[in-house]
Nanobody, 123 residues
Framework: QVQLVESGGGLVQAGGSLRLSCAAS????????MGWFRQAPGKEREFVAA????????SYADSVKGRFTISRDNAKNMGYLQMNSLKPEDTAVYYC????????????????WGQGTQVTVSS
């Protein structure tokens, strides 16, 4: 079992930045692909970004490409999502997820999920 805990969410003005962190309990964190997803009120959960076990493969949703950067530090069992040039439409609960497989944008393919952290972008 991998336990994931997100942090770093908050309220920010449009154009601002936030850095989300995901702390993993598993010492073999490097055995897992890590992904970030988000869910806005009244909307379905959507893929944001994912990173392979050793950062060799990264995928972004078109809506965040060029603004968000996903990264990980396997030595610290940590994952990150740097979010720049935030827009009001980025407002959502952001979830960290992990899976023992290759990078995928399909949320149901991830086995482990954090509790989520709220990101609110004001206009």
């Amino acid at each position: 079992q991998v336990q994931l805990v997100e942090s770093g969410g908050g309220l920010v003005q449009a154009g601002g930045s936030l850095r989300l962190s995901c702390a993993a309990s598993e010492r073999t964190f490097n055995a897992y692909t890590m992904g970030w997803f988000r869910q806005a009120p009244g909307k379905e959960r959507e893929f944001v970004a994912a990173i392979g076990r050793f950062s060799g493969y990264i995928s972004y949703a078109d809506s965040v490409k060029g603004r968000f950067t996903i990264s990980r530090d396997n030595a610290k069992n940590m994952g990150y999502l740097q979010m720049n040039s935030l827009k009001p439409e980025d407002t959502a609960v952001y979830y960290c997820a992990a899976r023992a497989g290759t990078v995928t944008r399909i949320g149901t393919s991830y086995n482990y999920w954090g509790q989520g952290t709220q990101v609110t972008v004001s206009s």
